[in-house]
């Protein structure tokens, strides 16, 4: 909405608009005597107004009850926020798939794509199947890319606040990358930038296992896991956007790095090889010595990793998600040893979304920026200060 100042002639009219566009969004076809006392603005200021969103597209006329007309004569007006005024996309980008999720300005999902990766792409590679997926997601959709209002990433790495990745081992070619820079020539709208696993912790918290919790940990688990953290209901990435990197713990010289605990041929696992780790556990499971000794030793790890932050952050909640999220044999114990290690131990819990987790919340990092400027949103979970 742009920087308001004491001698901004407009600032009542922009405050007002934003206030009346807040009851609007959150009522079922409210008539103006009903925004008039729900926003405590005199009539004719609130007629003023729904014109004025009526004439920028945000706002229709909701059609009348047949049965009250008839009933009670010619029925008040009523009005709706056209959701459909615009559109959001979430998009995740991954070492083995890049995904998309388009939305109108409810938030409700209209569609999704995905085209699957090699891991050793390049980034432009990488960044050519994104611009497939929404190209392909836009066009099943019937949505022109003019209607995008924002657009949400969900990517592997440490995140500058301009969509820098200042740090990103998990994809060639990754650090420094100007990703934000790369994916604004395709939108003509603004694109949000952001770590995977915090965006992963902001959709569970909008629609997955952390709905009712404001203080959590997001684990997206695997060789070399990341955390998001939410604390009192927002994101925190620390000073430099590096919280919650606690794939870099083995570099404090404890233990050998994780595909080395995983190995039961001395030789390291290849750290985004998810098939080959899928099979230690399936012989872990089938009762194979070496496996399961490898598999205590992931576990173990994951518990250290786990509990620093829970000592640090003392959660409500902590949710497990990526690839090990799928493996029975992963929460019971993390329970248990977090039981062990911390003062109060938290809830644990699998990953609600799924593989759906980052583009999910990446869906609600856009959602947020258009709140924030259509809407005046105050304390939204992914605003940046």
Same mark, same amino acid.
């Given at each position: 909405?742009?920087?308001?100042?004491?001698?901004?002639?407009?600032?009542?009219?922009?405050?007002?608009?934003?206030?009346?566009?807040?009851?609007?969004?959150?009522?079922?076809?409210?008539?103006?005597?009903?925004?008039?006392?729900?926003?405590?603005?005199?009539?004719?200021?609130?007629?003023?107004?729904?014109?004025?969103?009526?004439? @920028?597209?945000?706002?229709?006329? $909701?059609?009348?009850?047949?049965?009250?007309?008839?009933?009670?004569?010619?029925?008040?007006?009523?009005?709706?926020?056209?959701?459909?005024?615009?559109?959001?996309?979430?998009?995740?980008?991954?070492?083995?798939?890049?995904?998309?999720?388009?939305?109108?300005?409810?938030?409700?999902?209209?569609?999704?794509?995905?085209?699957?990766?090699?891991?050793?792409?390049?980034?432009?590679?990488?960044?050519?199947?994104?611009?497939?997926?929404?190209?392909?997601?836009?066009?099943?959709?019937?949505?022109?890319?003019?209607?995008?209002?924002?657009?949400?990433?969900?990517?592997?790495?440490?995140? +500058?606040?301009?969509?820098?990745?200042?740090?990103?081992?998990?994809?060639?070619?990754?650090?420094?990358?100007?990703?934000?820079?790369?994916?604004?020539?395709?939108?003509?709208?603004?694109?949000?930038?952001?770590?995977? =696993?915090?965006?992963?912790?902001? $959709? +569970?918290?909008?629609?997955?296992?952390? @709905?009712?919790?404001?203080?959590?940990?997001?684990?997206?688990?695997?060789?070399?896991?990341?955390?998001?953290?939410?604390?009192?209901?927002?994101?925190?990435?620390?000073?430099?956007?590096?919280?919650?990197?606690?794939?870099?713990?083995?570099?404090?010289?404890?233990? @050998?790095?994780?595909?080395?605990?995983?190995?039961?041929?001395?030789?390291?696992?290849?750290?985004?090889?998810?098939?080959?780790?899928?099979?230690?556990?399936?012989? $872990?499971?089938?009762?194979?010595?070496?496996?399961?000794?490898?598999?205590?030793?992931?576990?173990?790890?994951?518990?250290?990793?786990?509990?620093?932050?829970?000592?640090?952050?003392?959660?409500?909640?902590?949710?497990?998600?990526?690839?090990?999220?799928?493996?029975?044999?992963?929460?019971?114990?993390?329970? =248990?040893?977090?039981?062990?290690?911390?003062?109060?131990?938290?809830?644990?819990?699998?990953?609600?979304?799924?593989?759906?987790?980052?583009?999910?919340?990446?869906?609600?990092?856009?959602?947020?920026?258009?709140?924030?400027?259509?809407?005046?949103?105050?304390?939204?979970?992914?605003?940046?200060?």
């Amino acid at each position: 909405m742009g920087r308001l100042t004491g001698g901004d002639p407009s600032l009542l009219r922009r405050i007002n608009s934003a206030v009346v566009l807040h009851a609007l969004r959150a009522a079922d076809s409210p008539t103006l005597t009903h925004l008039v006392e729900v926003t405590g603005l005199s009539r004719p200021t609130v007629e003023g107004v729904v014109e004025g969103l009526i004439e @920028a597209g945000l706002v229709a006329e $909701a059609p009348a009850d047949e049965g009250t007309a008839r009933r009670q004569g010619r029925p008040a007006r009523r009005f709706r926020f056209r959701t459909e005024a615009g559109h959001l996309l979430g998009i995740e980008i991954g070492p083995h798939r890049v995904a998309a999720l388009l939305s109108d300005l409810g938030g409700r999902v209209l569609g999704s794509a995905q085209r699957a990766v090699e891991e050793s792409a390049s980034a432009d590679d990488r960044l050519e199947k994104v611009r497939a997926a929404v190209a392909e997601l836009l066009r099943r959709a019937g949505v022109a890319r003019s209607s995008l209002r924002a657009v949400g990433v969900g990517s592997p790495g440490i995140v +500058e606040a301009d969509g820098t990745v200042r740090l990103g081992t998990a994809l060639p070619g990754w650090t420094g990358l100007p990703l934000g820079d790369r994916l604004r020539r395709s939108f003509r709208c603004p694109v949000l930038v952001e770590n995977d =696993a915090n965006a992963a912790a902001v $959709a +569970e918290h909008w629609k997955g296992a952390a @709905a009712a919790s404001d203080d959590i940990v997001f684990v997206l688990a695997g060789l070399s896991p990341g955390a998001g953290a939410l604390i009192g209901g927002r994101l925190h990435r620390g000073f430099g956007g590096a919280a919650g990197e606690i794939g870099a713990l083995h570099l404090l010289g404890r233990e @050998a790095t994780p595909e080395k605990l995983l190995s039961t041929t001395g030789q390291p696992l290849h750290p985004l090889d998810e098939a080959q780790v899928a099979r230690v556990f399936a012989l $872990a499971r089938d009762g194979d010595a070496r496996a399961r000794d490898a598999m205590d030793r992931f576990l173990q790890r994951l518990v250290h990793d786990v509990a620093a932050l829970v000592l640090a952050l003392d959660p409500e909640l902590v949710i497990v998600g990526g690839w090990a999220a799928g493996l029975d044999d992963v929460l019971e114990p993390l329970r =248990a040893e977090l039981a062990r290690y911390c003062l109060r131990p938290p809830r644990v819990t699998l990953s609600v979304l799924g593989e759906a987790a980052v583009a999910t919340g990446a869906l609600r990092l856009a959602l947020d920026h258009v709140e924030a400027e259509l809407f005046a949103v105050d304390g939204t979970v992914t605003a940046r200060r």
